[in-house]
């Protein structure tokens, strides 16, 4: 009956056994493009953002431990991006003579490009939720990834057409409606691919990627209409080093958070079909309303935790700009009213023990809060996040 | 925020103390209301909608405007409710207090049962009700005790736990416990939430409204200047905490904010004076702004050298706990040299208006009656975004511009905005002038075109011929000359430009429909207005001769209709002036906003606790196991009984203890793949 202790698995391993080589080499190469980064371009860069170079390079190397498709994905949005940069060189106009940036490579190609993919991606794993094959779902998820890679590319790459079109303008593009809703698409994006790779369930991606396809809609809509994709400078009250990481942070928080929303749809369809016809296909290949719940907790989890950061960095922010952490601006107001809900929806769960489709109702009323916190504030309250004024 | 997740985590024997079968008192009632979860829900609920109310009520505009958009009825109430300051009202202030009551009643409640489960791992416990638990499974082993215990003990260890053991009559009692981090995360997030709470009651207006209601003080409603505010709307400089607003002029300085409360104000005075050298707005090339700062210079008694500091948006100065931020600018009485140009018969004798804006100038009118003129407002750069010829949106700079209103002697009038060079539209360049009924309308505009010198000459020399009855008559025998009836005509003529000259097409169609029947009214119509545009023609023609234009071009008619239009719309301008600005000295006004938050750095220390807490409740998984071995009745070996509890997921927990029991029990690996890593180091999805 006893076997050798050696065969039994419960030894865990330490953290250097369970790095692989090719996670030294990712590490490697992050720590030499961030030393390059820092040896040509040091003498421009500020504390500010020599801290904000570390952060990075260290954030992306340990992803790409924690997630090792991340170690891929960045190395092509790097090496895709790069070369934007450089065919661009220190020419604008090459953006619509040059035929890789025309057509696939400039900021504003990189944005057709991801909407297609999500679009394509939305279509292929709806009907991967009708399919008896796993194929259209899996062939869905490389949508996804191409999708939101060129988002990524896309955003890169407009950093530098930001400069490039004045470079006194300069900016993150995180600081336009435009540029966020990109922002948004790509994270919530790479937040799904991550929740359907530890979980195997590929049938979550056809409601995950609706809100997703959704956004993308608006975004097209916004350019077309709007014209919201020209480069303008920045209001001086935006012009501040806190944007470069309270937006990304937020907008991990609203990822999170459209997430649970649709698996909270997921588990509302799977809770209705089990008993109006449980032998039906769809049924069976949603996944167990357990597993839904489990991923939607995480989604909102993680969501909460980084709206909490994002919202606390923004009252940081504030005091510096508006002269006041809290000034119940509505946007202020409205990030509150948001962290409510969520906190409730946590405690309800942690201390009552709630579960089911309450908890799932909840979590999709949850996603208007949030985009009425993100999008409605702006258009129907003034304050100032409105930035009409000073 | 009574919490069962809590509990989950004891042996049941742990659980008990809640069940007290003492007779409850009446403390113990009062903290157990506290600290439940349905008040501190009901509390959270009430807050985010009296959030909600606060956002879609603009908050803290002047009472007048709320009188205006609510009426007298609906605004006592609003007013009375405190809804025009949600977040400072008595109620709002008293639904946080009591949350942050709740809370710390919940935090007195649950603490002392967490820190005790911290440390004490319950090794008292039974058989029987390990069988109990959910997760729980029994075994029958070959193995001796020791060697099983042993074997236990390095699982437990290998899988991170901290373990402790009790032997008693031949069984072994193994408790279990890791993550207990977890827990801290509990008291962490429920006390930061507490401590942000306590900063911020700090730095809100709690204090300023305690002495108001203790009578210390009172507010100000009037706007009157600083030196007649009475003493009792003054707050002394020992104020800890507060954020109000001063505008100081280019160089002026003050040594007071103005704190906004209500309908009014108080007047906290600093301990230092801040004066204004100068203030900068830097621009893209795009005219939109860049940068806004202030040469600012701190004048304190206790400093033997003023100290000088530029501030700017996202970079205030902090000067003893005082910071002070760029918040907004606005005019601080631009000097404005002006030229009243006379609409009518005298528009070449112009007159001198000096003003100031901020100020009121009267100005007597050719006609023998008075104007006021009250200069609102003065910008040396607009920027409007304006449609070009390719129906793009682009931004045009039109210079620098004023505001006025001009009043009657009843202190009736319109409002006004000129601007003082000529702007191109549609090829041509003109004089604007907006006027809009009241601030908050849409501006309409009067073209006034500008000659070939970009000057008003030409228009002004035109409009005082048209309004001269002499040169009328001239012009319309001129005219009229050629005609046989000439005398009939050039009467008619000189009638109808009278007629425009005075009141516009309007006038002229007026007198058409008064003076011809209705049936001929078309046709005559068509026909006199031919005559008006032939005798204006003519007048043209007489200025341009005066300025020694030969040649008649293009640009030359088109300033003619354009000059025709302008007068049609003069009638209705309403101003007998058309002010033109010739010079100004710019001088600019800085809204600073200084604020006091001692309570700062407690919101920022509470939200750091928030966010470890939260990180250590989510991503710290607390799980007990309790093992107990005894030799096995019958034969050799040993009977194993064990259970855990954790406070995360079920499902989660389930699969985990399953492999605990491959791997304590069965001894074998749970997977036979490296799946058992996977679950067990990547705890952070």
């Known amino acids: 009956m006893s076997v050798p202790q050696e065969a039994l698995d419960f030894e865990r391993p330490s953290i250097l056994q369970r790095i692989r080589p090719l996670d030294w080499a990712y590490f490697a190469l992050v720590l030499a493009v961030a030393v390059i980064a820092h040896w040509q371009y040091g003498h421009l860069m500020d504390r500010y953002d020599t801290g904000g170079l570390i952060l990075a390079a260290g954030m992306s190397a340990w992803l790409g431990w924690f997630w090792r498709p991340w170690q891929l994905f960045s190395i092509i949005v790097a090496a895709l991006s790069l070369f934007g940069v450089w065919l661009y060189g220190d020419d604008l106009a090459r953006g619509s003579t040059n035929f890789w940036l025309n057509y696939v490579g400039s900021g504003q190609a990189g944005v057709m490009w991801m909407s297609v993919m999500l679009y394509m991606a939305t279509a292929t794993y709806i009907l991967g939720l009708f399919s008896k094959s796993d194929f259209p779902s899996r062939l869905g998820a490389a949508f996804a990834w191409i999708g939101s890679g060129a988002g990524m590319m896309a955003l890169m790459v407009r950093w530098r057409e930001i400069y490039l079109t004045d470079p006194s303008w300069g900016y993150i593009p995180v600081s336009n409606l435009y540029e966020v809703f990109i922002l948004l698409a790509v ?159 946590l405690h309800m769960r942690f201390t009552k023990g709630w579960r089911g489709p309450v908890m799932a109702w909840w979590a999709i009323i949850g996603l208007f809060v949030t985009t009425f916190t993100f999008l409605g504030v702006n258009m129907f309250l003034s304050g100032l996040h409105s930035y009409g004024e000073l | 925020m009574s919490n069962n997740e809590q509990v989950a985590g004891s042996a049941p024997a742990a659980t008990a103390r809640s069940k007290s079968t003492r007779a409850p008192r009446r403390s113990r009632i009062l903290v157990e209301f506290m600290g439940s979860m349905n008040l501190a829900i009901t509390l959270l609920v009430a807050l985010a909608i009296a959030s909600v109310i606060g956002t879609v009520l603009v908050q803290n505009e002047p009472y007048t405007e709320y009188l205006i958009d609510y009426g007298p009825f609906w605004h006592e109430i ?80 290998a899988q991170g736990f901290k373990a402790r053991e009790k032997e008693s009559d031949g069984q072994t009692v193994i408790a279990a416990m890791k993550g207990r981090w977890n827990r801290l995360g509990y008291l962490l997030t429920h006390v930061g939430i507490v401590v942000i709470c306590v900063g911020a009651l700090v730095d809100g207006q709690t204090l300023l409204k305690l002495n108001e209601w203790l009578g210390n003080i009172e507010i100000e409603t009037r706007s009157v200047p600083v030196s007649e505010v009475p003493e009792s709307a003054w707050v002394p400089v020992s104020n800890p905490s507060f954020r109000g607003m001063v505008e100081i002029p280019e160089g002026s300085s003050a040594d007071v904010v103005f704190l906004p409360m209500r309908e009014g104000y108080f007047v906290q005075q600093l301990p230092f004076r801040i004066e204004l050298e100068e203030f900068r707005i830097e621009r893209f090339s795009t005219g939109a702004e860049s940068s806004f700062e202030s040469d600012l210079v701190i004048h304190d008694p206790e400093r033997d050298e003023p100290l000088r500091h530029t501030i700017s948006v996202n970079h205030p100065l902090i000067y003893k706990g005082y910071a002070i931020y760029q918040a907004s600018f606005a005019d601080g009485g631009t000097k404005l040299d002006i030229e009243a140009i006379p609409l009518g018969a005298e528009a070449l004798r112009s007159l001198d208006v000096p003003g100031r804006v901020f100020q009121e100038q009267e100005v007597p009118t050719p006609q023998g009656d008075t104007r006021t003129i009250e200069f609102i407002d003065f910008r040396d ?305």
């Open chain 2, 78 to 157: 609003f007013a009375g409710m405190g809804l025009y300051q949600v977040y400072s009202a008595t109620w709002f202030l008293l639904i946080v207090t009591f949350l942050v009551l709740s809370t710390s009643f919940c935090v007195y409640r649950q603490s002392p049962g967490i820190l005790k489960d911290l440390r004490r791992y319950n090794l008292q416990v039974k058989e029987k009700s390990l069988r109990s638990f959910h997760s729980s499974a029994t075994g029958e082993l070959d193995q001796p005790q020791e060697e099983f215990v042993d074997h236990a003990r390095r699982v437990l260890k």
């Open chain 2, 381 to 685: 750069e607009n920027v409007v975004p304006l449609l070009n010829e390719e129906g793009q949106r682009e931004n045009r700079h039109l210079g620098p511009a004023f505001d006025f209103r001009l009043m009657d002697r009843t202190g009736h009038g319109l409002y006004y905005r000129n601007y003082m060079r000529p702007a191109l539209q549609e090829g041509a360049m003109y004089f604007l002038s907006g006027v809009r009924e009241s601030p908050g309308d849409e501006f309409h505009y009067l073209f006034l075109p500008a000659d070939a010198d970009d000057s008003l000459d030409r228009f002004r020399t035109y409009l005082a011929m048209l309004h001269n009855a002499d040169v009328r008559n001239s012009i319309a025998r001129e005219v009229a000359a050629e005609d046989p009836s000439g005398a009939a005509i050039a009467q008619t003529t000189a009638e109808l430009m009278r007629l425009f000259a005075e009141g516009g097409y309007g006038a002229v169609h007026a007198e058409i429909d008064r003076r011809v029947p209705e049936e001929q009214r078309e046709q005559v119509g068509e026909l006199l207005m031919r005559v008006l545009h032939a005798g204006l023609q003519a007048l043209y023609m007489e200025v341009l001769e005066d300025e020694g234009v030969v040649s008649i071009q293009e640009e030359e008619q088109r300033w003619l209709e354009d000059a025709v239009s302008a007068i049609n719309a003069i009638s209705m301008y309403e101003s007998p002036f058309f002010f033109h600005l010739t010079d100004f000295e710019h001088r600019e006004a800085s809204g600073l906003q200084i604020a006091r938050a001692p309570g700062e750095s407690t919101v920022y220390t509470g939200s750091v606790m928030l966010i470890i807490g939260i990180f250590l409740m989510f991503y710290v998984s607390y799980q007990r196991l309790w093992i107990i071995a005894r030799r096995r009745e019958e034969g050799e070996g040993t009977h194993v009984t064990m259970a855990g509890t954790s406070n995360r997921h079920k499902v989660e927990f389930e699969n985990r203890f399953a492999h605990l029991k491959r791997w304590i029990i069965d001894q074998k690996p749970a997977n036979g793949s490296d799946d058992g890593h996977r679950e067990s180091t990547n705890k952070n999805d």
């Open chain 1, 187 to 345: 994270m919530t994006t790479l937040m799904y691919l991550y929740y359907e790779q530890r979980t195997g369930q590929r049938t979550m991606g056809a409601f995950v990627m609706l809100v997703i396809a959704a956004s993308v809609t608006f975004l097209l809509w916004y350019m077309w209409d709007r014209q919201a994709h020209e480069i303008e400078p920045l209001v001086p009250a935006l012009n501040s080093w806190w944007m470069k990481i309270h937006v990304p942070t937020n907008f991990v928080g609203y990822g999170g958070f459209a997430i649970a929303a649709m698996l909270g749809v997921a588990y509302l369809f799977k809770h209705r079909f089990e008993r109006t016809r449980p032998d039906a296909a769809i049924t069976k290949r949603l996944p167990s309303k357990e597993a839904l719940d489990g991923v939607m907790y995480k989604a909102i989890a993680i969501g909460f935790a980084f709206f909490t950061i994002a919202t606390v960095l923004g009252a940081m922010w504030a005091a510096e700009a508006w002269g006041g952490y809290w000034t119940w601006d509505p946007k202020e107001t409205w990030s509150l009213i948001l962290w409510l809900t969520y906190a409730s929806w």
